[in-house]
């Protein structure tokens, strides 16, 4: 079993910094990507930024300059560090990855995809 556990959301007030950071544990024998998705009320899940493995980054346009992902391979963890948050950037986060649990599983490209729970962050005055 795999799990994601995410921390670091909360309040803060328009043009303030946020770092959310999320942790694999469990039967874990590669990652493929990892990386984060929001929600606001209302509105379909999105993509906010990615990371492979390898260090290849992907980021959605209206987060590019302001937010930055990063990793700890050693740790098979990810971190979002967001700056010059907006009432806009208000949404749950949730923290995704894509692992393989076995040798065979990673030869076969069988990956599990998993989510976290969620954080919540609010941008507001």
């Known amino acids: 079993q795999v799990q994601l556990v995410e921390s670091g959301g909360g309040l803060v007030q328009p043009g303030g910094s946020l770092k959310l950071s999320c942790a694999a544990s469990?039967?874990?024998?590669?990652?493929?990507?990892m990386g984060w998705y929001r929600q606001a009320p209302g509105k379909q899940r999105e993509l906010v930024a990615t990371?492979?493995?390898?260090?290849?980054?992907n980021y959605a346009d209206s987060v590019k300059d302001r937010f930055t992902i990063s990793g700890e391979n050693a740790k098979n963890t990810v971190h979002l560090q967001m700056n010059s948050l907006e009432p806009e950037d208000t949404a749950v986060y949730y923290c995704?990855?894509?692992?393989?649990?076995?040798?065979?599983?990673?030869?076969?490209?069988?990956?599990?995809?998993?989510w976290g729970q969620g954080t919540l962050v609010t941008v507001s005055s």
């Open positions: 995704n990855a894509r692992v393989t649990v076995t040798y065979p599983d990673l030869v076969n490209n069988r990956y599990l995809e998993v």
């Open positions: 990371m492979t493995s390898g260090g290849s980054i």
């Open positions: 469990g039967t874990i024998f590669s990652i493929l990507d």
